[in-house]
C-alpha cells in the first residue's frame, strides 16, 4: 500500500506504522482490533499527519466503521474503495470472490458494501488464514502455497466467479500464484491501486491539501518488532533494498492513545 501511495503521489512525505508486535490482527477479537486500531491513530496523529489510509483489512472491516467519524483527519480504509474496484463501470460482474483473515471474513464487510453498490451480485468469502505465515516466510511461488489455495480455494473455483478481491494486504505476493489458479478469465481486485484513487479523489475535492512540489520529501517506517525480519518482508514488496526501519515498542502505542484521551478530557472539562 505504501509503495503504491508513494508512486502515485511521488511529492507527498509518508510515515508508515507496522505493529509487528502485536499481529496477526485477522485473528485478534474485534473488541481487541478497536484498540490497537485506537492506539496505532493516535500515535500517527502525533506526528500531524493530514491523513491516515488503514492498508489492514481486518482494521477496515472491524474498527474503521466505529472509528472514522472521530478524527480530525481522514481515515480512509480499503473496503468501501475495494467494493468499489470489483464493481467497476462496464465490467458488470456476477460473482464476486473475496478472499481474507477470518476477522475480515466474519464481519461480512465485503458483502455489505458491495450489496450496497450491486444487489444482485453474488458474493462468495473464504477465510485463508495460512496465506499471511506463507507469505512472510518468502513462499511467493512454492508447491505448499499452491497446495493451500487448491484446499481452500477449489469450491470457489468450481462454483465460478468473475472477480476475486484480495482482502489481505498480503495477498498481492501471491497474485500471480491466484491468478493462475483462477484463470485469467477473472478479474483479480488488488485494495491498493483502489486506495491511491481514493486518495486522489481526497486530494482533487480539497479534503487533503496536496504537497507542493517542491516540499521536503520524506519516507519513515516505524515498527513494534522483529525489524530486520520485517525490513526484509518490506523490501520484497517494494522492490527496493537498503531501507531503514526503527523500532518502537508496543507500549509506545499505548502511551501515545493514552496522550490524546487525556489531551481530549482536558478540552472537555
Known sequence: MAGAIRRAFPDESILYLGDTARVPYGTKSPETVLQY??????FLL????KAIVAACNTVSAAALPKLEE???TPVLGVVEMGAEAALAPLKNPRRIGVIGTETTIASGAYVHAIHKRAPDVEVLQKACPLFVPLIEEGWLDHAVTRQVAEEYLSPMRETGIDVLILGCTHYPLIRRLLQDFFGSQVRVVDSAQAMTIALGKSFDEGQVDRAPSD?????????????????????A???ENGIEVEQ????VLTE???KRMKKIREQHL
Open 215 to 235: 516540499a521536503t520529501k520524506s519516507t519513515r517506517y516505524f515498527v513494534t518488532d522483529r525489524c530486520n525480519h520485517f525490513r526484509e518482508l518490506l523490501e
Open 70 to 72: 472521530h478524527y480530525p
Open 237 to 239: 514488496f517494494l522492490g
Open 37 to 42: 486500531t485506537r492506539e496505532n491513530i493516535a
Open 256 to 258: 501515545a492513545f493514552e
Open 248 to 251: 518502537i515498542g508496543s507500549d
Open 46 to 49: 502525533s506526528f500531524g499527519v
